[in-house]
Protein backbone atom coordinates (compact mmCIF):
# COMPACT_ATOMS: atom_id res chain seq x y z
CA UNK A 1 0.00 0.00 0.00
CA UNK A 2 0.91 3.38 -0.36
CA UNK A 3 1.18 6.46 2.83
CA UNK A 4 -2.33 8.08 0.69
CA UNK A 5 -3.91 4.87 0.05
CA UNK A 6 -3.72 2.82 3.02
CA UNK A 7 -5.36 3.90 6.24
CA UNK A 8 -3.95 6.61 8.75
CA UNK A 9 -1.76 4.32 11.26
CA UNK A 10 -1.27 4.71 14.90
CA UNK A 11 1.19 3.57 17.65
CA UNK A 12 -0.18 3.30 21.07
CA UNK A 13 2.74 2.06 23.19
CA UNK A 14 1.61 0.30 26.47
CA UNK A 15 -2.17 -1.05 25.10
CA UNK A 16 -2.22 -4.24 26.25
CA UNK A 17 -4.29 -2.84 29.00
CA UNK A 18 -5.37 -0.12 31.46
CA UNK A 19 -5.38 3.26 29.94
CA UNK A 20 -3.35 2.38 26.49
CA UNK A 21 -6.22 -0.56 26.22
CA UNK A 22 -8.68 2.24 25.68
CA UNK A 23 -7.04 4.42 23.93
CA UNK A 24 -6.22 1.88 20.93
CA UNK A 25 -9.63 0.66 21.22
CA UNK A 26 -11.08 4.40 20.52
CA UNK A 27 -8.62 5.08 18.10
CA UNK A 28 -9.60 2.11 16.41
CA UNK A 29 -13.54 3.22 16.60
CA UNK A 30 -12.50 6.09 14.49
CA UNK A 31 -10.96 4.12 11.70
CA UNK A 32 -7.34 4.24 12.27
CA UNK A 33 -5.19 1.34 12.11
CA UNK A 34 -3.17 0.60 15.23
CA UNK A 35 0.19 -0.92 16.37
CA UNK A 36 0.03 -2.70 20.08
CA UNK A 37 2.57 -2.41 21.94
CA UNK A 38 3.26 -4.39 25.15
CA UNK A 39 6.27 -4.71 27.46
CA UNK A 40 5.78 -8.30 29.19
CA UNK A 41 2.15 -9.55 28.34
CA UNK A 42 2.19 -11.29 24.29
CA UNK A 43 -1.15 -12.31 24.95
CA UNK A 44 -3.18 -9.89 26.99
CA UNK A 45 -2.03 -7.58 23.54
CA UNK A 46 -2.94 -10.03 20.85
CA UNK A 47 -6.64 -9.92 22.84
CA UNK A 48 -6.87 -6.43 21.98
CA UNK A 49 -5.74 -7.14 19.10
CA UNK A 50 -8.12 -8.93 18.18
CA UNK A 51 -10.63 -6.44 19.80
CA UNK A 52 -9.25 -4.31 17.42
CA UNK A 53 -9.77 -5.91 14.33
CA UNK A 54 -13.24 -6.92 15.57
CA UNK A 55 -14.11 -3.73 14.81
CA UNK A 56 -13.51 -4.23 10.99
CA UNK A 57 -9.66 -1.96 11.32
CA UNK A 58 -6.24 -3.43 11.01
CA UNK A 59 -4.33 -4.14 14.40
CA UNK A 60 -1.17 -5.45 14.28
CA UNK A 61 1.36 -6.78 18.31
CA UNK A 62 4.24 -5.65 18.81
CA UNK A 63 6.88 -6.42 21.61
CA UNK A 64 9.69 -3.97 22.93
CA UNK A 65 11.49 -3.47 26.02
CA UNK A 66 11.63 0.38 26.68
CA UNK A 67 13.29 0.36 29.58
CA UNK A 68 15.58 0.28 27.08
CA UNK A 69 15.42 4.13 24.95
CA UNK A 70 16.49 2.86 22.04
CA UNK A 71 13.96 -0.16 21.75
CA UNK A 72 11.27 2.87 21.61
CA UNK A 73 13.30 4.43 18.25
CA UNK A 74 13.67 0.74 16.82
CA UNK A 75 9.62 0.01 17.66
CA UNK A 76 8.60 3.29 15.65
CA UNK A 77 10.40 2.07 12.91
CA UNK A 78 9.74 -1.18 13.13
CA UNK A 79 5.80 -0.01 13.19
CA UNK A 80 6.44 2.22 9.86
CA UNK A 81 7.89 -0.78 8.23
CA UNK A 82 4.41 -2.97 8.99
CA UNK A 83 2.16 0.00 7.80
CA UNK A 84 4.21 2.04 5.52
CA UNK A 85 3.31 5.02 7.57
CA UNK A 86 2.61 6.85 11.15
CA UNK A 87 0.30 9.09 11.36
CA UNK A 88 -0.14 8.92 15.42
CA UNK A 89 2.39 8.36 18.12
CA UNK A 90 0.78 8.07 21.80
CA UNK A 91 3.43 7.73 24.00
CA UNK A 92 1.68 5.65 27.52
CA UNK A 93 4.39 3.46 28.50
CA UNK A 94 5.61 4.16 31.78
CA UNK A 95 6.30 2.57 34.72
CA UNK A 96 6.34 3.67 38.94
CA UNK A 97 9.05 2.55 41.69
CA UNK A 98 7.67 4.43 44.41
CA UNK A 99 9.76 5.71 47.55
CA UNK A 100 11.09 8.94 49.78
CA UNK A 101 13.44 10.66 48.21
CA UNK A 102 16.07 10.02 50.51
CA UNK A 103 15.67 6.53 50.50
CA UNK A 104 15.48 5.94 46.11
CA UNK A 105 17.79 3.91 44.71
CA UNK A 106 19.88 5.09 41.96
CA UNK A 107 18.41 2.12 39.92
CA UNK A 108 14.75 3.17 40.52
CA UNK A 109 15.66 6.64 39.62
CA UNK A 110 17.03 5.45 36.35
CA UNK A 111 14.19 2.89 35.82
CA UNK A 112 11.59 5.08 35.90
CA UNK A 113 13.12 8.09 33.90
CA UNK A 114 14.70 5.62 31.09
CA UNK A 115 11.09 4.20 30.41
CA UNK A 116 8.83 7.40 31.35
CA UNK A 117 10.53 10.11 29.58
CA UNK A 118 13.88 8.80 27.59
CA UNK A 119 12.02 6.32 25.41
CA UNK A 120 8.96 8.43 25.03
CA UNK A 121 12.26 10.86 23.53
CA UNK A 122 13.33 7.97 21.50
CA UNK A 123 10.25 7.51 19.68
CA UNK A 124 9.07 11.34 19.26
CA UNK A 125 12.47 11.34 17.60
CA UNK A 126 11.78 8.28 15.22
CA UNK A 127 8.09 9.41 14.64
CA UNK A 128 9.60 12.91 13.04
CA UNK A 129 11.90 11.73 11.34
CA UNK A 130 8.73 9.83 9.38
CA UNK A 131 6.37 13.24 9.83
CA UNK A 132 8.18 15.60 8.69
CA UNK A 133 8.34 14.17 5.03
CA UNK A 134 4.87 13.47 5.08
CA UNK A 135 4.54 17.38 6.89
CA UNK A 136 2.03 15.87 9.08
CA UNK A 137 1.87 14.13 12.11
CA UNK A 138 0.19 14.10 15.87
CA UNK A 139 1.85 12.64 18.39
CA UNK A 140 0.44 12.83 22.12
CA UNK A 141 2.26 12.16 25.52
CA UNK A 142 0.37 10.77 28.41
CA UNK A 143 1.76 12.88 31.33
CA UNK A 144 -0.35 12.73 34.55
CA UNK A 145 -1.10 15.45 37.00
CA UNK A 146 1.44 14.67 39.49
CA UNK A 147 3.55 16.03 36.76
CA UNK A 148 2.09 19.43 37.24
CA UNK A 149 1.11 19.51 41.72
CA UNK A 150 3.67 16.71 42.90
CA UNK A 151 2.68 14.01 45.06
CA UNK A 152 5.29 12.49 47.45
CA UNK A 153 7.23 9.68 47.46
CA UNK A 154 7.47 9.34 43.50
CA UNK A 155 9.93 11.93 42.95
CA UNK A 156 11.12 9.65 40.13
CA UNK A 157 7.56 9.22 38.34
CA UNK A 158 6.55 12.84 39.33
CA UNK A 159 10.47 14.25 37.48
CA UNK A 160 9.30 11.71 34.43
CA UNK A 161 5.93 13.62 33.77
CA UNK A 162 7.04 16.83 34.54
CA UNK A 163 9.73 16.44 31.94
CA UNK A 164 6.83 14.83 29.64
CA UNK A 165 5.38 18.26 29.41
CA UNK A 166 8.88 19.85 28.95
CA UNK A 167 9.28 17.88 26.64
CA UNK A 168 6.34 18.31 24.04
CA UNK A 169 6.46 22.43 24.86
CA UNK A 170 9.63 22.05 23.21
CA UNK A 171 8.36 19.55 20.28
CA UNK A 172 5.63 21.71 19.40
CA UNK A 173 7.20 24.69 18.98
CA UNK A 174 10.56 22.93 16.56
CA UNK A 175 8.08 20.98 14.12
CA UNK A 176 4.56 22.98 13.85
CA UNK A 177 5.78 24.45 10.84
CA UNK A 178 6.06 21.13 9.95
CA UNK A 179 2.80 20.16 10.12
CA UNK A 180 3.38 18.26 13.47
CA UNK A 181 1.07 18.33 16.80
CA UNK A 182 2.40 17.76 20.10
CA UNK A 183 0.18 17.57 23.21
CA UNK A 184 0.20 16.01 26.32
CA UNK A 185 -2.72 14.33 28.24
CA UNK A 186 -2.30 14.87 32.19
CA UNK A 187 -4.98 12.12 33.85
CA UNK A 188 -6.18 12.05 37.54
CA UNK A 189 -6.83 9.44 39.62
CA UNK A 190 -8.16 6.66 36.69
CA UNK A 191 -10.24 3.67 38.36
CA UNK A 192 -7.79 0.57 37.34
CA UNK A 193 -6.75 -2.32 39.88
CA UNK A 194 -5.03 -0.16 41.99
CA UNK A 195 -7.56 1.87 43.08
CA UNK A 196 -9.79 -0.86 43.37
CA UNK A 197 -7.61 -2.69 45.96
CA UNK A 198 -7.54 0.69 48.37
CA UNK A 199 -9.58 0.42 51.20
CA UNK A 200 -13.19 2.18 51.47
CA UNK A 201 -11.61 5.34 53.88
CA UNK A 202 -8.51 5.96 51.20
CA UNK A 203 -11.08 6.20 48.19
CA UNK A 204 -13.25 8.39 50.13
CA UNK A 205 -10.16 10.35 51.00
CA UNK A 206 -9.13 10.64 47.26
CA UNK A 207 -12.50 11.57 46.03
CA UNK A 208 -12.82 14.34 48.61
CA UNK A 209 -9.92 16.00 46.69
CA UNK A 210 -11.89 15.58 43.12
CA UNK A 211 -15.00 18.35 42.59
CA UNK A 212 -16.26 16.03 40.44
CA UNK A 213 -16.74 13.11 43.17
CA UNK A 214 -15.51 9.73 41.27
CA UNK A 215 -12.63 8.28 39.78
CA UNK A 216 -11.92 8.82 36.22
CA UNK A 217 -12.66 5.76 33.82
CA UNK A 218 -10.17 5.28 30.96
CA UNK A 219 -12.20 5.64 28.60
CA UNK A 220 -12.42 9.09 29.51
CA UNK A 221 -8.21 9.49 28.64
CA UNK A 222 -9.03 7.69 26.11
CA UNK A 223 -11.68 10.30 24.20
CA UNK A 224 -9.44 13.17 24.70
CA UNK A 225 -6.58 11.46 23.56
CA UNK A 226 -8.71 10.32 20.41
CA UNK A 227 -9.85 14.30 20.07
CA UNK A 228 -6.22 15.40 19.86
CA UNK A 229 -5.49 12.42 17.70
CA UNK A 230 -8.23 13.63 14.87
CA UNK A 231 -8.63 16.72 12.01
CA UNK A 232 -10.24 18.72 14.84
CA UNK A 233 -7.40 19.33 16.84
CA UNK A 234 -5.31 20.57 13.76
CA UNK A 235 -4.99 24.07 15.39
CA UNK A 236 -3.98 22.96 19.20
CA UNK A 237 -0.42 22.12 19.25
CA UNK A 238 1.99 22.54 23.03
CA UNK A 239 -0.99 22.22 25.44
CA UNK A 240 -1.15 20.25 28.61
CA UNK A 241 -5.23 18.98 29.25
CA UNK A 242 -5.83 17.44 32.19
CA UNK A 243 -8.56 14.89 32.90
CA UNK A 244 -8.93 15.08 36.45
CA UNK A 245 -12.22 15.81 37.54
CA UNK A 246 -10.92 19.11 38.46
CA UNK A 247 -8.47 18.10 41.21
CA UNK A 248 -5.73 20.61 39.74
CA UNK A 249 -7.22 23.18 37.76
CA UNK A 250 -4.86 24.75 35.29
Known amino acids: MTETSSPKTALVTGSSRG?????????????????????RNQAEAEKVAGEI??????????GADLSTPA????????????????????????????????????????????????????????AIKHMMRA????????????????????ANYVASKAGLIGLTKALAK??????ITVNAVAPGFIASDMTAQLSEDVQKGYLGSIPLGRFGAPEDVAAVVAFLASEAAGYVTGQTIGVDGGLYPH
Open 71 to 126: NAGRLVEDVIAAFGRLDVLVNNAGLTRDGLAIRMKDEDWDAVIATNLSSAFSACRA
Open 19 to 39: LGRAMALKLAADGFSVAVHYG
Open 174 to 179: EYGGRG
Open 135 to 154: RSGRIVNIASVVGLMGNPGQ
Open 53 to 62: AALGVRAEVF
